[in-house]
């Protein structure tokens, strides 16, 4: 019989008090309380509790002996606490030790090192019962022809200053995965990375672990052999991390911790599918607290008649004993010139120069708290300043007072304004191509400086102007000493950017000069929130991302109203990885508001080659017209027709058994989200593509219309039409809409769609070609129409959405309302899915009004909601419609 190694450490003990002639007495750890020789979580986190609190002390009523905080201290001290002598203290080295005795198959006595202890490994038949003993999620799939491979991180609560330990589980589900390898996203602001270990299964299967930082917040995991063992690794604790939580950390926030880049092969080298299910830590508290009232505002000056957005930032407090008591729940303004608002976020226009203070207070369940922030707001006269590329003024006698005096510089124009404290600048139409003398060649704006273009040169009031008839561009084609600028306008906070078109940008690395150079290559708006209006953005590009803008790490959203976007482009060829992320408008930590425009033609390229390197090759295209990273995004009234997202990917190979491919990633052929929230209403997602090559199976497109993953979506009254989706693969793939691991709850709202005409190239007859979902998405649709798509028109892979009074071609589910039958549109070939009247859409919908359907009250077009268009026959009362449009004769 064989014994385990802590079973044969406890006879040896036994036979050395026999024969000294003494008693046999086994030294426990002192955290192991019942005394099995092995750590259990439980155990790991009292001492991770006596760590948290900064020092413990002797408790004889307690478990093991011990308590957290100060007092008597008379006993023997914790066998944790070892480093230096005893100090009545746990450093941070005593507790990643604990860990290590954790994530191991036990521990035993080691007279020789420091603690008195050592973990005992895990290999051979003394660790496979711990192997099988940590497998989780395969008890109902094992035996059946159901397989996957998954890593799930932990999510768990706790408070700020706490060092928290977070599991990574694999589930690997009739596979036999030999290597993995994946990088972990996380907020360095707000998690500390301190260590990682590998789990019990690692050691198991005589792999180790290899760490590598990228960046702060961001670690590549590499499991691997360690010798040529093929020894596969089983279900159970892959990797745990330790953090500590700031002390910043706001109560209630949720802190997600995120996988990507993942891959796995199997022990004879083929690749598998692999999946992360993204992990939080939610921050919670001990006692209760107060909110803290904080609030930004979009501007602190501007001219008269200036609209000042606030945004509530106030803080929760927390109750340990009633979640709901922590979150602000009411609010109370005074903005200094009279008027008051209980708004949460609202808009305050001031009419008169002036300076002004402003005050907030806010409520939770726990109290209240105030902020007042004196003499915030400045209002200012201004001065208006003229700009005509045709002025008749002479250079010395160009002055901006007047359009006879006008400079023939736009750039002349804003800083005359800026140093007469803001104003707006008119700009006569022209084409204003100029070399402009600073770094990166390009335009740059300033605060409280409005630019208006479209005037003739000649007008004395504003709204005299024509900006269609009178073409007022600004070129950057030649700007940067006769080559491209690398961005043709660089935003500011408090500015206004108003009929222009702007062109000729190229956004890319400039030798000796510093900054993000490779993005933005018509505008560049680093943490700046302008407002941009009727524009045109043409024939821009950039090397990485935002062909046309580049919005990063904005405080206030961006403001793009009535403005066209047109064959923009990012282009991205090299190895050994290749990145490009949206074509016109690339959002990175930064919100925006997008308002009645058009995004036509624009697109995202990489291209790379694997050619013998130990590992795979990326290649991702995501957001032909729109990329929302760690954003949020309000989308209203927009078209996008025609962008496209296209990746390329050559060659795969096997080194030691192991294949490594080019992975090209097309996902997101007009819009892809990620880690965002985005708002998308009355708005056309039409002919749209994400394509790869033929580099199956190592290729991936999805999402033609809209990628989401690791956020939230919310779509109403909008026309998701004949997107297409190619990437030669089997595995299932959705063309309109796609959402992978989008899981919160009611991540994903689709209300009053007609997803129709999409088309994904896959073999696979499960797919959902107009919407599919997986990894845990949480989807709700409602009011919808899903027709003539690939596959099975919506589908998900695990959880279920939830589908009431939809209308779907090949497939009925099973709540209430939902059925199959021709919705006879107008003209469906022709993208005309206006409803005839013969329609079995009409009237049969549910009232979506409420919040939590997107508060819908009119179609697409803006007509109401509720037209009776079926005398004698409703659902609920409301005769609201199913899909876009509401029929009216």
């Not at 589980?169 to 290597?179: S, W």
């Not at 009232?293 to 000056?301: H, R």
């Not at 304004?417 to 740059?444: F, K």
């Not at 940008?505 to 209006?533: D, L």
Request: aromatic share 8%; hydrophobic share 35%; charged share 15%.
């Amino acid at each position: 019989m064989m014994m385990r190694r802590p079973e044969l450490c406890l006879m040896v003990f036994v036979l050395i008090g026999l024969l000294c002639g003494g008693a046999a007495q086994a030294q426990y750890h002192s955290a192991d309380t019942d005394n099995d020789w092995h750590i259990s979580l439980s155990e790991l986190l009292r001492v991770i509790q006596f760590y948290n609190t900064g020092d413990y002390h002797c408790a004889a009523d307690t478990e093991d002996g011990y308590a957290p905080g100060p007092g008597d201290q008379g006993c023997d001290p914790h066998d944790s606490d070892y480093v230096g002598g005893a100090n009545w203290k746990i450093v941070l080295s005593e507790l990643l030790r604990l860990i290590q005795f954790y994530n191991s198959c036990g521990y035993e006595v080691s007279p020789g090192a420091e603690d008195g202890f050592s973990p005992v490994p895990c290999n051979g038949s003394e660790g496979e019962g711990e192997g099988e003993g940590e497998g989780e999620g395969e008890g109902e799939s094992e035996g059946s022809g159901f397989s996957y491979t998954e890593l799930r991180v932990q999510s768990l609560t706790a408070a700020p200053g706490d060092t928290v330990l977070q599991h990574i589980q694999l589930n690997a589900v009739n596979t036999q995965p030999g290597r993995i390898q994946f990088d972990l996203f996380f907020n360095a602001n707000r998690l500390t990375y301190q260590t990682a270990i590998g789990g019990p299964i690692v050691a198991l299967a005589n792999k180790q672990l290899t760490i590598t930082k990228i960046t702060n917040g961001n670690y590549r995991f590499l499991i691997e052999d360690i010798s040529k063992t093929s020894l596969p690794l089983q279900s159970g604790t892959l990797v745990s991390i330790a953090y500590v939580l700031s002390s910043n950390a706001a109560y209630g926030e949720n802190i997600a911790v995120y996988g990507a880049a993942a891959s796995a092969h199997s022990i004879y080298g083929t690749p598998l599918p692999l999946s992360i299910v993204t992990g939080t830590v939610t921050v919670g508290c001990r006692a209760p607290v107060l909110p803290v009232a904080d609030f930004i505002s979009d501007k602190v000056t501007g001219l008269e008649g200036t609209a000042v957005q606030f945004t509530d930032m106030s803080l929760a407090g927390c109750d340990p004993t009633d979640p709901d008591a922590g979150p602000v729940t009411a609010w109370y303004w005074e903005f200094g010139d009279g008027f008051v608002s209980e708004e949460r976020h609202p808009l305050h226009v001031y009419e008169d120069v002036g300076l002004y203070t402003v005050s907030l207070t806010v409520w939770n369940g726990v109290g209240a708290d105030s902020v007042t922030m004196t003499d915030l707001i400045e209002i200012v006269q201004g001065v208006r300043v003229y700009v005509n590329k045709a002025t008749p003024a002479p250079e010395e006698g160009q002055t901006g007072e007047d359009w006879e005096t006008a400079f023939a510089a736009i750039q002349a124009g804003i800083d005359a304004a800026s140093a007469q404290g803001g104003g707006q600048v008119w700009v006569a139409g022209g084409h204003y191509d100029e070399v402009r003398e600073n770094p990166t060649g390009s335009l740059i704006m300033r605060e409280v400086v409005r630019l208006y273009g479209g005037f003739t040169g000649v007008e004395t009031e504003r709204d005299q102007r024509d900006f269609v008839a009178n073409e007022t561009i600004i070129d950057g084609s030649a700007a940067y000493g006769g080559e491209p600028a690398a961005h043709v306008i660089i935003g500011a906070n408090n500015a206004v950017l108003d009929g222009f078109i702007i062109t000729g940008g190229r956004a890319r690395s400039i030798t000796g000069v510093p900054g993000s150079q490779q993005e933005g290559g018509g505008m560049f708006n680093g943490a700046a929130a302008p407002i941009i209006a009727n524009c045109l953005f043409i024939d821009n590009q950039a090397e990485t991302m935002g062909g046309a803008i580049s919005n990063r790490n904005t405080a206030v959203p961006v403001q793009i109203s009535n403005t066209l976007f047109i064959e923009n482009m990012v282009i991205n060829e090299g190895n050994p990885a290749s990145y490009a992320f949206g074509g016109a408008i690339a959002n990175s930590e930064a919100s925006t508001v997008i308002i009645g425009c058009e995004f036509i033609g624009n697109q995202v390229q990489t291209s790379a080659s694997w050619l013998t390197y130990p590992y795979d090759v990326p290649s991702r295209a995501l957001g032909g017209a729109l990329y929302n990273y760690g954003a949020g995004a309000a989308i209203i009234n927009c078209q996008f027709n025609d962008n496209l997202a296209n990746a390329q990917g050559f060659g795969s190979g096997q080194i030691n058994s192991t294949v490594y491919a080019a992975k090209p990633d097309a996902l997101g052929g007009a819009m892809y989200n990620s880690f965002s929230n985005v708002v998308i209403e009355q708005s056309f997602f039409r002919s749209n593509q994400a394509n790869t090559n033929n580099n199956a199976p190592f290729t991936r497109a999805c999402g033609a219309g809209v990628y989401n993953e690791h956020g939230t979506m919310m779509m109403t009254n909008s026309v998701v039409f004949a997107n297409t989706s190619r990437d030669f693969s089997t595995a299932p793939r959705g063309a309109g809409v796609f959402n992978d691991t989008c899981n919160q709850t009611r991540a994903v709202v689709v209300t009053n769609c007609s997803i129709v005409s999409n088309i994904a190239d896959t073999t696979n007859t499960d797919h959902g070609g107009g919407m599919h979902s997986r990894n845990s998405t949480a989807a709700v649709v409602t009011n919808s129409v899903f027709w003539n798509n690939s596959g099975l028109d919506l589908a998900s892979e695990g959880t279920a959405p939830a589908v009431t009074y939809c209308n779907v071609e090949k497939r009925i589910f099973s709540g209430v309302g939902n059925f199959s039958a021709t919705p006879a549109f107008v003209a469906m070939s022709a993208g005309d899915l206006r409803l005839r009247n013969t329609s079995p859409c009409i009237d049969s919908g549910r009232d979506a009004s409420g919040a939590d359907f997107g508060s819908v009250v009119v179609d697409i077009l803006g007509v109401p909601r509720g037209y009776d268009g079926n005398p004698g026959f409703d659902v609920d009362g409301s005769n609201y419609d199913i899909g876009a449009y509401e029929y009216v004769p």
